[in-house]
Every structure is written in C-alpha cells, then in structure tokens.
Nanobody, 114 residues
Framework: VQLVESGGGLVQPGGSLRLSCAASGFPFSAYGIQWYRQAPGKERELVANINSAGGSTNYADSVKGRFSISRDNAKNTVYLQMNSLKLEDTAMYYC????????WGQGTQVTVSS
C-alpha cells in the first residue's frame, strides 16, 4: 500500500498550488480520501474529504471557498487545489485513504511566505 503526495512547495500569499496523492496497492475507488495538514506545534487538522465516487466533498471552514478536492479513479489519484493561499496554510499536508482501515502518505510540505 502506498500513498505518495506531491506538489508542495514555497508560494507567496495569494498564490496557488495543486497537491496530488497517487495511490497504489489497494482498491482506491472503494475508499474515501481525506487531506489533513499539520503545522509545527499544532494538532493534525482535517482539511477536506471526498467520498469514493467523488460526488460528495466537505471542507474545513478555514479553507472553504479556497480549496477544492477532486479525484480521478482511473488514475488512482486525488488532488487538492489550493487557491488564495494564506500564511496560516503553511503546514505538512497528508492524504489519507479510509474505509475500514486507514492508510497515510508521508506528506508534502506547503510553505506560504512572502
């Protein structure tokens, strides 16, 4: 089982990034996918989730209207489009697949700084 995040980096406030999470080793299309983030000294926070078919999404209030989660089950990949980034979005971002069991990726760092 693997979840590999990519797309993180350094961006200025107001900028955009698109994170990807590529999955393998399990029936991806049967799993809900969640993006979490964790900033230094803070608890891990659920940012967004999408159901297995991709028809239902939810967002944390802190990112609603700025972030968008989507998935391509044919490519076993989930995306997190992040727009209008703020300093407080700086964190390590993790994707997680959940059904009966939960799998985690290793994370990708997003740093928003001027």
């Amino acid at each position: 089982v693997q979840l590999v995040e990519s797309g993180g980096g350094l961006v200025q406030p107001g900028g955009s990034l698109r994170l990807s999470c590529a999955a393998s080793g399990f029936p991806f299309s049967a799993y809900g996918i969640q993006w979490y983030r964790q900033a230094p000294g803070k608890e891990r926070e659920l940012v967004a989730n999408i159901n297995s078919a991709g028809g239902s999404t939810n967002y944390a209030d802190s990112v609603k209207g700025r972030f968008s989660i989507s998935r391509d089950n044919a490519k076993n990949t989930v995306y997190l489009q992040m727009n209008s980034l703020k300093l407080e979005d700086t964190a390590m971002y993790y994707c997680s697949a959940i059904r009966v069991v939960r799998y985690w990726g290793q994370g990708t760092q997003v740093t928003v700084s001027s």
